[in-house]
């Protein structure tokens, strides 16, 4: 079994979704070992379709939230409804490729956050 399909990586390498549907946590030398290559090829292929770590990191994009939703959902729902939730999320981060992360605001907005809270 070959890299090729953006989509079965992407939910494998982030959302810890087998391509049956299945949840579990996976990182790159769990893919390189299944597709019968290494973790540097696993990580070009990501970077090919700009889909690397670091461009995850600064896109914005809520990966967090949709790993739960993933887990959530393969757990309650079952492996068919996790893989049609997965596609969504996937166009979803692919609509906001290109979409910068604003650090600075998170910041503030966490910090504005933690003000109401302490005077709650």
Sequence with gaps: MALSDPF???CFYYLGLSPEGEYRFVNGNHIAQRYNCS???VMKFLKTHHMD???VLNT??????????????AEQ?????ALELAS????DFQGRL????DWLAEIER???EDRERRHS
């Design 110 to 112: 966490e910090r504005e």
């Design 88 to 91: 969504r999320i996937f166009a």
């Design 53 to 55: 770590p670091d461009t």
């Design 8 to 10: 079965q990586i992407f």
């Design 98 to 101: 290109g979409n910068r992360r």
């Design 77 to 81: 729902r079952g492996p068919e409804h």
């Design 60 to 73: 914005d994009f809520p990966m967090a939230r949709y790993q739960v939703d993933v887990q959530m959902a």
């Design 39 to 41: 973790v540097a090829e």
